[in-house]
């Protein structure tokens, strides 16, 4: 039988990295070492000897592992825990991330690593380990209390920065290029498509799952959840975007399900047998020796990940108003990379740009910063009375200042209500926009196709495009008047408050009026030329587009109302799915 | 990158599998049938057209399908649930598979197929679906009815001699020939095959599972059964077994572990994801023209199955004393084929010795037999009484007292104590014996390298040989001392009863305890010419054997207790795994 070669191979990787795991755990060291540990030793740099035949297949399966993981990963990230993230978490990732991606790229400069290698290497210090974090804060019993639960904050906004930089860093790679114009259209692309995916995903599969779900078959419920995800992975290939956004995407959609426990349960087997092939497949490609002829850039990486994440993760906290016992423990919990690195360093090598030698020196920059982990953390208190009392009392007194102030000019009572209110609005304005933009997008990209069809009908090329984007129009028309009516609301709002009586005398009713009527039809104006702009490629000719207006006129007129209820209907159908108990979660 | 191919081949499966279980299920047929529909529908011979690129890869995960199928087949096995099977599912079994594998030989031949076609499809048809029996038996209820716990004992037989027919299969697919002296000669190296793992293993693998069970991570007791079982099926492989074996023994030796639940919980989203995998590669491979061309043998083997299985299991339930209702109910119930003859089926193909139509006409009749089940079941019960009311009187009061005489002559109080002791211990001989046997062929089988390596220190070759056969009988002196007293004890026993005082006189209590005595050295010697003779290729030279001898026998006389306790204390740890609690099962 042919499949012997592969059997033998899973049978060597599985017992040997039972094996090491084992000894891992008694080591205390996590899982993920382990795996990579084996398969240094089942690897052909490593006596014995290469141990595995059939590699394309091993391969084949590890990014599998990597498809699973990511989309476990969506599967406990969920929209909630995203919107209660605070401000904390927000600039902490944010400083992170962009001090990494810096010192990264520098220390790649130093040594003289290549641009795309640098540019990897930012990437890959920026993002912390959750795995290894979670088994940490687990040990020493810290899981609940307030500095963990903002590591966990400042994890969710990694793993969503983690999967704009993949998509980023795939079309740099790509097209070998990184020019300023080209990276904002890329994260506008980006995020054009995740809104629009997470929300005609969070309408559609919920609801498909729960229909599975009656059967009460883990069967059927098993290969409905690998059939979209798979199936999700490849529309997002198809686009061109990296399979792993895909992975998570479709997980955090899933997330939004009533099944997610069940979901979680099932899929828990499947993403620990392939993440072991992806882990061990990783220590296949190293060579030992890359690790001592690479020795001082991995020591001088580390430093930098323990000091780069503790200063700016810390920071970020500290001026998010944290105290500094509290901002220091976040500092020293983030202090490592772990398995989202080796998901870019995969990344990078699946698609060419990065050297051999990445790899390895990633392994061990996190092989050491995870033995560091716990120490660090232990160690953050002590630091931190240290820290205090060695500083100048000026210096001290000044910092309370600061904490105090931020404390004083945060919104309070209604006016935190209103800020809410705000925040919500230009929320769903924006989720809106982004729906209408990409009606015309989606239009615009297959327009050649329509035009063809249409021309059974139709004669006239110009009159194509007209039907085309006053179609797109038409579908848009419920978004637009929903974003047009939340608008409103905002301008009255900002009316409200902005136009004092006693400023505006007599006049503040109608300056008020005038102001909330203004606002929403200019932004609404803004947003028509946006589009506009946007869809370029199938914008009709000027008489035509004044048609296509006063016909959009006419259908507003007459089905306003029912514009409206649909798109509450469906309003409200998002937000029963995204508010549904997830059983316990 | 280059796994797309591979990712959009599982989505396109996962999605219509999914789509197509969904229907299947709605119309209450088994979702094995669905995921055939579905490969049928993605396969290259119906249109749309072939949705799947990369064969080879999707034909290497069918048969880990078959191995994870295997696998749970053998979780769900124990040998607690095999000794308790009464002698009602034995006999069903037997005459089943004897009567399906001739009667499948017989139209083979009938419509002038080839011999290893025609043996092949007798195999397919002796095995019942365990699957589709308990579906059809939980929507009609019926699952704890006295009827229904004999057909599940009926199919734990057939599994074993399933396992077997397939090891045989295997061994005739290679040589090409069937021999009767063959046969017996696999059928023998098999059972000891069998009988060695199993003892082996459960002393082994239980304790294995519960250390690592310890850690309390699933992911490394899941890579741990990964391991112990691709690692096994590799060790069978290796002695030239099929994998499908090992795969199921692993699965039986994992049913005696404590962690039994935990690792079904665990593997079967492995196992549905894989098995889903491999039915729809069935179904990939199957041209609906052959369902066509091939209708009239599809036909007559589906009314051989039918009435086979009911005429043999019914008159297997039957003769072992159950009523006429209760035998046409089992004989109803195991009336179709399923999951095993696909592996069967299977393994044909991948041998390389059954033709191509074979697979279709077995899914075919499947199917067909799958759709009956039910009514079948349902007709049962009618069928009998219109059977009993038709038949002539006379008939009925011969079937009747058959009954009672059976009834009548079954041991029962003492006797049936005394029955059940004698089979105790004739089993505990047996599995001595067997490994006895096993040492000395393990021995045989390493005597090359072994002598290679003596020669460093030893210069004479026919030293070689003894000092092997002394080891190997050194080895196994625990294993025959245990079998002498156990054979002793029988002996007595059998002394006591067959020894009467009335016809012995003042003999009696001589001639009982040289019936003792002569019994037990008797078979000892009789088990050491056997030895002799099995490993005819180590034995050393007479004057040789003759100090092997002297050396055992001093041995003996100085170890005696010790080999006893060693021995007990073995046999204590087996005792206890098999009879532990297994949480539920």
Known sequence: MHAIDFIQDLAVIMLVAGMVTILCHRFK?????????????????????????DEQTIKTLAELGVIFLMFCLGLEFSLRKLFQV????????????????????????????????????????????????????????????HFAQLIFGVLIIEDILGIGIIALFSGIAVSGTVETDQVFATVGKLSLFMIVALVIGILLVPRLLAYVAKFESNEMLLVTVLGLCFGFCLLVVKLEYSMILGAFLIGAIMAESRQLLQIERLMEPVRDMFSAIFFVAIGLTIDPRVLVDYAVPILVITAVVVLGKLVSCGTGAFIAG?????????G?????????????????????????????????????????????????????????????????????????????????????MLAKMIRRILLQVGVNLALVIAIFFGLAYFATPLSKWLANWVDRQALHHAIIWGAALLLSLPCLIAAYRKLKALAMLLAEMGVKAETAGRHTARV??????????????GILLLVAALSSSILPTMEL????????????AVLWRWFIRVHSRIQIALMETLEQDKGGH
Chains 1, 2 share one sequence.
């Open 322 to 330: 944290n105290d500094g016992r509290t901002s220091m423990r976040v």
């Open 86 to 145: 605070g401000a904390t978490a927000f600039l902490a990732a944010f400083l992170e991330i962009t001090l990494m991606i810096w010192a990264g790229f520098e220390i790649g400069r130093l040594f003289d690593w290549n641009t795309m290698d640098s540019l990897f290497l930012g990437a890959i210090l920026a993002m912390s380990s959750t795995t290894i974090i979670i088994k940490v804060l687990t040990d020493l019993k810290m899981k609940n209390e």
């Open 332 to 416: 020293m919990g983030l202090s490592q990379i772990g398995e989202f690195s080796f998901i870019i360093a995969a990344l990078g090598m699946s698609l060419g740009v990065t050297s051999d030698f990445l790899y390895p020196v990633v392994v061990g920059v996190s092989a050491i910063t995870t033995l560091l982990t716990p120490y660090l953390i232990r160690s953050a208190d002590p630091l931190a009375v240290r820290l205090s009392t060695s500083m100048p009392p000026r210096v001290v007194s000044v910092f309370g200042m600061y904490g105090e102030w931020l404390r004083s000019i945060k919104p309070r009572g209604d006016k935190a």
């Open 512 to 525: 008020r009026r005038v102001i909330s009527e203004l606002i929403p039809l200019l932004s609404l104006g």
């Open 29 to 53: 060291q996590p899982v993920v070492l382990g795996y990579i540990i084996a398969g240094l030793i089942i690897g052909p740099h490593t006596p014995p000897f290469g141990l595995v035949h």
């Open 545 to 556: 587009l004044v048609v296509v207006g006063l016909v959009a006129a006419l259908v507003i």
